[in-house]
């Protein structure tokens, strides 16, 4: 998911709901374990640089283009859980589903509309190696364009047979770690009803300068 990349320098999906849990490998590559997550990685780089090729689509098309993408491969239930950390077993379900809607929406929203600066050649995914509880991270590199060379890993966890992002890494930073920090420091004076009001205000000034942009 390439998009990322200019959000994590501008912002920068660390803990479980309980307890924090270092995010470090305790395998290799284990091609049983890392295959299908690998797989998964590679084939969606390949859609994001083709959906980033076509210039002559409107930017509004692109981005829901892309949202889709988003909206199949991230686990943004477990990222919600995981950047609000001890805060998630304080909200009831229905505030819960308040937050993960308002939190996919600003991740996939604010990284579609930013699709257009990017000059995208291509993505090596060059290795993957197996970490705690059995997530897989997927190794990435950026050939071409602004960001070359630029190391991207995206952290996946099979639920239900399914492998979904959870966390990316760029450039040794950490997406989730950072908006846990960034949403600790609003809780830490205020309630989650602030912090969602927000997430709403962002989504809004978003969802406003794309209709602006069309």
Known sequence: MVWILRATTILLMVGLVTSFVPFTAVAADDPAITAVPRQLIDETADKIVAILAQKELPAEQRISEIETIAYEIFDFTTMSKLVLARNWRKMEKPKRAEFVKEFRQHLSRTYGTRLDRFDQEEVDVY???????????????????????????????????????????????????????????????????????????KNFVVDDGVEAAK
Do not use: H, P
Request: no cysteine.
């Open 127 to 201: 290795g993957a190696q197996v970490e705690v509880r059995n997530d897989v991270s997927v190794k990435t590199k950026i050939v071409g364009g602004q960001f070359d060379q630029a190391e991207i890993s995206y952290r996946l966890r099979n639920r239900k047979d399914e492998w979904k992002i959870i966390d990316v890494v760029i450039e040794g930073v950490s997406l989730v770690s950072n908006y846990r920090s960034q949403f600790a420091e609003v809780l830490n004076g205020g309630s989650i009803d602030d912090l969602l009001a927000k997430l709403k205000d």
